[in-house]
């Protein structure tokens, strides 16, 4: 079964904290999705990685292939980014979908 | 447009009813994925079309759900005989192909069977 795990649940930082947030996976899984929701708001995606890390501004997301894991870090943070990050493996083979993780929830606080 | 549209944004409907969901992809995105956002389920997977035809319709909870995609291009999603336990936000995805590509979300339309 493809699962996807993600920690912590729920995160409270203050504004210019260095922040990760931390995700496992399942065999199964030929890359990873970082995604971001605000409330009441869509889902827009941050990163796709199959391998190595990439960068978008304060964002940096990295996989180890062998470890099976994927950490999102969110450097000098702000209260824009509050909002749930959600870690999401795409199926190997057949229609690729995505397996969401729980959710965390991300507090900056001024 | 852009983006993935999708419509009605929000959707009361009463316990009994059908209701159909359309979602609008990006032009050119040949892979369309529903799922549904329900509260303390977090996201699961519905339906997946490549083209016109839907491959996988593994994660359709029952056959009260059903969807289609014409021209390749948009789809809709109905749901026949609401129940209240179909109270949930369904989101849309395209992408440009099935395999290692940043998938492009909707707004999601919001369903309250009351």
């Known amino acids: 079964k493809n699962e996807v795990e993600q920690s912590p649940q729920n995160l409270t930082a203050q504004e210019g904290e260095f922040i990760t947030i931390n995700c496992s996976y399942s065999v199964g899984i030929s890359a990873l999705h970082w995604l971001q929701q605000h409330p009441g708001g869509g889902i827009v995606s941050l990163f796709m990685l199959s391998s190595g890390k990439k960068k978008h501004g304060r964002l940096i997301a990295t996989i180890n292939i062998q470890e099976k894991h994927s950490s999102l870090h969110i450097t000098a943070s702000h209260p824009r980014d509050s909002a749930v990050y959600i870690c999401?493996?795409?199926?190997?083979?057949?229609?690729?979908?995505?397996?969401f993780g729980k959710g965390t929830k991300l507090t900056v606080n001024p | 447009g852009a983006g993935v549209s999708q419509s009605p944004s929000n959707k009361v409907t009463e316990k009994g009813k059908d209701v159909e969901l359309r979602c609008d992809p990006i032009?050119?995105?040949?892979?369309l994925y529903w799922y549904r956002q329900s509260l303390g389920q977090g996201l699961e997977f519905l339906i997946y079309f490549q083209g016109n035809s839907a491959p996988d319709k593994s994660g359709l909870p029952s056959d009260r759900f059903s969807a289609e995609r014409t021209g390749g291009s948009v789809s809709t999603l109905t749901i026949q005989r609401t129940q209240q336990e179909d109270s949930a936000v369904y989101l849309c995805a395209s992408s440009l192909a099935r395999v290692n590509t940043e998938a492009f979300f909707g707004q999601g339309t919001r369903l309250t069977v009351v």
């Open positions: 032009s050119g995105h040949t892979a």
């Open positions: 999401a493996g795409q199926t190997q083979g057949g229609s690729e979908k995505l397996v």
